[in-house]
């Protein structure tokens, strides 16, 4: 790793969406507050959702835990595609053409709405349309891209199979998706915004939701104790804040992933990539004061688990190293997603027995075109009473084929971490360097640690206070993550995502062990 590496991969890491675009300060919520329609977060599904129904002549108000556009939106890799990898002929086999079919229209659909709302708006976001590959270096996922291009074929996708692709790396197949499209998600939603707040809509950050109660009229409960009355609530959280009803974190499960924006000193060939197998690699490029950013992203594994973060960091540089000649990384970041058990998000009525409350989540790191298909489904949903695709998305289906596995799995793996993570030997060694966190018990009791910059300790227990996890280190990020379903907390034990309502709770042991 040059020097310049080196220095870079010692800061705090940083979205190059957010690093290139002003951050807002929209008031928060201090008073009750009676609208038609309340959506929770400000995302790319809830703003495109308000957008759209503030044009239908409704009241809308968005409460946005944090500041908008700055939660997973922020920290995509922002492609606009209905090129999912592989799951065209997978959707088909577990669920049928005809939801197959909804899949297709709805992303795709997708795709030209944004292009439809970049026009309508002017906006200037860097959109540009761009072909969409998944390739493959080993020969068993050959017919697996044949298969998929097929199918994707059939329900109306223009798909190709090929034996090259633009970038300088060698291959044994390909598929292309035309007329993809790709764009700068803040410049693009940060627009949109602008028109939501007046005429009785509002949009309020650094307002938390923590309970919504149907009735006729919906409340939704902030966590200052504001009540907003609205005929309808939208759930578009991400992690949705109500996630009681419905047993959503049964149904959802968390994974991280890692993304560097590099300087190369060759030009970027166009086109957005990403590979069949694993370990996933996806790239594209993206304009940057002149020149280009390549954005290089993959390394995927569920929250809390696994192998030291930062190494993720360093896989994907060895990586870009392997395809370009480097010359700075000047931003990395990483971001959470969750995906359901059949891989297909879910996005309608929060559960068959909630008419009035609507939920999108589990997108699975393809939120640019979910997040506005469940826009489009929500505008349906509340004008006309259904959704061409509302069956595909359902959030009541199941798939056995698909669900039942994994289901088991993934609840098995969330009552391993459940008992395993209080019976985990902790290490002897209490010695704690300055920019470093660990697990330790000065009193029997475990204890997270964090020794910052300036050499001052920040204990917190490290139970997670959704359901009682025991909390890992992330060591990229400097934060506390839960392996069961996701919540993240800062090394202060500040909630920053995930389900879990409260902080973490400080342990002032610090003079014992600075002695
Ligand atoms: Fe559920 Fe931690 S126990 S997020």
Known sequence: MSNNYQENFTKVPQPYWLASTPQTEYNSLNDDLEVDIAIVGGGITGITTAYLLKQEGYKIAILEADRIVQGTTGHTTAKITSQHTLIYDRLKTQMGEEKARQYAEANETAIKEISRLIKEKNIDCDFSWQSAYVYTQQDEYVSQLMNEVNVASSLGIEASFLSEIPLPIAIKGAMRFDNQ????PRKYLLTLAQDIPGNG???????KVINVKEGNSCSVITANGNKVIAHRVIIASHYPCYEAMGLYFTRIYPERSYILGVKAKEKFPGGMYITAEQPKRSLRAQVHDNSELILIAGEHHKTGQGEDTSNHYKKLKDFAEEIFEIEDIPYRWSTQDYTAMDEVPYIGH???????????????KWGM????????????????????????YNPSRFTPSASAKNFVKENLNVAKHLISGKILPVPSDMEIPQGEGKIIDPDGQRVGAYRDKKGILHMVDT?????????QWNSAEKSWDCPCHGSRFTYEGENIEGPALHKLSHINQEDQLNK
């Open 181 to 184: 499209a790709q764009f700068h």
């Open 201 to 207: 809509s509002y949009i309020f950050e650094e307002t």
């Open 350 to 364: 929060l559960t068959s027995g909630t008419p009035n409350i609507y939920v999108a989540t589990g997108f699975h």
């Open 369 to 392: 075109t979910n997040g506005t298909t469940a826009a489009l489904i929500f505008k349906d949903l509340i004008l006309n009473g259904s959704s061409p695709w509302e069956d595909v």
């Open 463 to 471: 139970t997670c206070t959704h359901m009682g996890c025991e909390l």
